[in-house]
């Protein structure tokens, strides 16, 4: 039985005659006040409330809260010739009923107005757990977005690449139409950036660097910094062919990138892998940072 409810019942009607029963009607609690009442239910040797009383619920009078249910009753005691009718006030929940008796003693709409304050109460409990579960779960989501972005340039890091990249690979698995491609970037000689300039400016590259790409990437793609001046990229395309293009693209918007407070223009490489025939994650990366490699090494000679 709800604690809270009995608790009340209990500071308001102490002299009323209260009784709690199981789900089949056999008493599993009374007070004072009911043995008082009621003392030939003991002598009978049955403590179940349906084979003492006669008791029928009023029509109408039921009220829900959540697993709380409250009904007016009437009824008459089997177990004596008094057929005098008692009323009272039944609330259900949690697989008991708890049965508060009106014998004079207590006025059945006082009880009702208990009830309403009961259910007022635990509306507002339910609004602020409602409340409280909700700022859990925009917190949850927010440390989980931490985890998953690059706290330089505010684009995804490498465990959200490897994540999306998983997706892509299970997609094309399933349906060899939903082709993608991977590609690789970095900037060249970036160690003398840093070296030369220092690593603040070093950091206003990667942040321009991953600027001037956005510019290009579209919202379905995926774009992430997977550690030091390497970034990565995941692109929905139809073919190697347009792969090259959007590289071409990525390279000829970057090149024009000037460091700041200097004369010096970022250079950097790209490298990409078309999504056909076996694709496992892991593989796929090595592939691209080959190829990355193999572009850088083709530049600087």
Not at 62 to 86: A, M, P, Q
Not at 155 to 175: A, D, K, Q, V
Request: proline share 1%; hydrophobic share 40%; glycine share 6%.
């Amino acid at each position: 039985m709800n604690n809270e409810l009995l608790n009340i019942f209990m500071e308001f009607h102490e002299k009323s005659p209260l009784v709690a029963t199981d789900s089949n009607g056999y008493l599993t609690w009374l007070n004072i006040s009911f043995k008082t009442a009621f003392p030939a239910i003991f002598s009978t040797g049955n403590n179940s409330i349906y084979n003492n009383f006669a008791i029928v619920f009023e029509d109408g009078t039921e009220k829900v809260y959540s697993d709380i249910t409250s009904r007016l009753f009437k009824c008459t005691s089997l177990f004596s010739g008094n057929k005098e009718v008692y009323s009272g006030i039944a609330i259900s929940g949690g697989g008991e009923t708890l049965f508060c008796f009106n014998t004079g003693l207590i006025d059945e709409t006082d009880i009702i107005e208990r009830i309403s304050v009961v259910n007022m109460e635990l509306a507002a409990l339910s609004r602020e757990l409602a409340k409280k579960k909700k700022e859990i779960e925009e917190a949850n989501q927010r440390a989980n977005n931490l985890l998953r972005t690059d706290f330089l340039t505010g684009c995804g890091n490498r465990r959200y690449f490897y994540e999306r990249l998983e997706e892509f690979c299970s997609r094309f698995i399933r349906n060899r139409s939903n082709t993608f491609c991977v590609v690789f970037a970095d900037l060249n000689k970036f160690k003398e950036i840093n070296d030369k300039f220092g690593h603040d400016i070093g950091d206003q590259a990667l942040i321009l660097f991953s600027e001037s790409m956005r510019k290009v990437i579209r919202k379905e793609d995926v774009f992430a910094r997977i550690g030091g001046d390497e970034f990565a990229m995941i692109i929905e395309c139809g073919n190697e062919k347009d792969c090259s293009h959007f590289i071409e693209k990525l390279r000829m918007t970057t090149s024009t990138i000037k460091l700041p407070g200097t004369e010096h223009v970022i250079s950097s490489s790209f490298g990409f892998v078309f999504s056909e025939g076996f694709v496992e994650p892991a593989k796929i990366m090595k592939d691209a940072d080959e190829m990355l490699y193999a572009d850088k090494n083709r530049i600087n000679s």
